[in-house]
């Protein structure tokens, strides 16, 4: 609450040009490290200042963006404390992460910086609805903003329609598609599957980031279809790790032998892995055979698919993935992703796979993932141009 009212905030030495970049949750804080890292890598004298709104977005931030001079707590949207974050920084830009609009905030900026751009720029199906609700108000405060760099052509469409002019706009694709993960060695994921417990021969599927609603969908379809191949192994992990053990609950009562990530021991058999922790996730993509995207059997938006298909992983989501709808659609067109429309049809997807299949798709997942690359350059070129580089 101090932070976030300007108490601790010091002034930065004169004379260093700087950024001040927000991103509200750990989602859009993840999306910018290449970004962040690619900043002070090519430009060492830039101060980099970074906030975030929630507690597990600064905690990601301070663990993932070291190239960041100062990581703090977004300021209250007033002005009187706006302004005071803007007369101690002095920021020469100032840089939104996706969707994160802030009146004051953008109005302060816009008063005392050179400009302000929206990088990753998305327009979700309900925000726009709801914008265009309120278009007049909107239009006032995305008139602060001097650039909106945005993922894919239906974001610039909708940023027309609620009256942004669209000189004002660039396609520039998505900052996640510059994903850069851990590769692990043979040796290392064998390693790691022994300490997990998890025998050669079998299939393992990763359903990550599940949410409330599609759990129990997600768990009863693997039961059933588990009835029919015994070699089948599931990984859950949680959206939220408080429902962990809820899902532990639905798991067994579904006759299913379960275990914790925390508590696995050698020895120890299970049908379902609960991931119970935080940050590995994305590490244990490398020993799955297919991959299926939680917040997509409901009607939440999906969650990012990028992080299978950089290991060269097969691709399965529901019929909800409006907040990647443009990379959705690439994989689709590709073959390298496929939608199971609900729990009947994710149980016989899990029953009919076969190793080709699954191959092939892995391959066409990691070709998809390169083809659409590219955002992190074209974003730094304009940041550049406003920092008059």
């Not at 699954?358 to 390169?370: C, F, N, V």
């Amino acid at each position: 609450m101090k932070e976030r009212f300007g108490f601790g905030i010091k002034a930065q030495e004169e004379g260093r040009r700087s950024i001040w970049i927000h991103a509200v949750s750990v989602g859009e804080v993840l999306s910018l490290q290449n970004f962040v890292a690619r900043l002070k890598t090519e430009h060492p004298d830039w101060k980099i200042y970074f906030s975030s709104l929630t507690n597990t977005g600064i905690k990601v931030a301070r663990d993932k963006l070291a190239a960041a001079d100062l990581i703090f707590y977004v300021p209250f949207d007033f002005k009187w404390v706006v302004r005071k974050f803007f007369r101690i920084l002095k920021p020469d830009i100032f840089i939104l992460a996706e969707s994160e609009f802030w009146p004051n905030m953008l109005r302060e900026a816009n008063r005392n910086t050179r400009g302000t751009i929206l990088i990753n720029g998305r327009i979700s199906q309900n925000s726009y609805f709801r914008y265009r609700r309120i278009r007049l108000i909107v239009k006032r405060i995305l008139g602060k903003i001097s650039l909106f760099l945005v993922q894919a052509e239906i974001d610039k469409e909708r940023l027309i329609d609620i009256a942004v002019c669209p000189d004002s706009i660039q396609v520039v694709g998505n900052l996640k598609a510059d994903i850069d993960l851990p590769l692990l060695t043979k040796k290392e994921q064998l390693d790691l599957k022994r300490r997990l417990n998890i025998p050669e021969g079998k299939i393992l599927l990763l359903a990550g980031s599940i949410h409330k609603g599609e759990d129990t969908q997600v768990v009863e379809a693997f039961a059933m279809a588990k009835k029919k191949r015994q070699e089948l192994r599931m990984i859950i992990a949680p959206r939220h790790l408080e429902r962990v053990s809820e899902i532990d609950d639905l798991c067994r009562q579904s006759g299913l032998t379960v275990s914790l990530k925390t508590r696995v021991k050698p020895g120890n058999k299970w049908d379902v892995l609960i991931l119970d922790t935080m940050g590995e996730l994305a590490q244990l993509y490398t020993l799955c055979d297919l991959a299926f995207m939680g917040g997509s059997l409901i009607p939440w938006g999906g969650q990012n698919l990028l992080e299978p298909a950089f290991y060269g992983k097969p691709v399965f989501f529901g019929p909800h993935m409006d907040n990647f709808l443009a990379i959705t659609e690439k994989f689709l067109q590709y073959g390298a992703a496929e939608v199971c429309s609900d729990k009947d049809a994710l149980e016989k997807m899990l029953i009919r796979v076969d190793g080709a299949q699954m191959s092939e798709m892995g391959k066409k997942a990691r070709l998809t993932l390169d083809s659409i690359r590219g955002a992190t350059n074209k974003t730094l070129s304009v940041v550049e141009k406003l920092m008059n580089v």
